[in-house]
């Protein structure tokens, strides 16, 4: 339901740009998956959503994946349940789903 819930408000603020971004998932044969590709242009950018207030290295493990291999992804983003915005790593931040819903 979280993921479903970040899909719906990530596709709305899609259909802004112009023009409008596409939005994928991604799985390997080995079945690492990332939730959301958000596709702009040329742009690629992974968004991994996480239900968990507290956001880890860890779990930004297949973002890092996917960006190794799409140079066309400059960072990352995990959505997460908490409050804080923190950087996992270079590239790659973590964000509250709030910010995406305007609360």
């Not at 950018?45 to 973002?63: F, G, H, I, Q």
């Not at 400059?74 to 790659?92: N, P």
Request: glycine content about 6%; overall charge neutral; charged content about 25%.
């Amino acid at each position: 339901m979280f993921e479903c819930m970040v899909f719906l408000h990530l596709r709305s603020l899609a259909q802004l740009l112009v023009p409008p971004a596409r939005i994928y998932y991604w799985r390997t044969t080995t079945e690492k998956e990332i939730d959301l590709v958000l596709e702009h242009g040329r742009r690629l950018l992974p968004v991994e959503v996480k239900l968990t207030s507290n956001p880890k290295y860890k779990d930004a493990e297949v973002l890092h994946l996917f960006m190794g291999e799409y140079p066309e992804a400059r960072s990352g983003v995990l959505k997460h349940a908490g409050t804080e915005i923190r950087l996992l790593d270079e590239g790659i931040v973590a964000l509250p789903w709030t910010l995406l819903a305007g609360v």
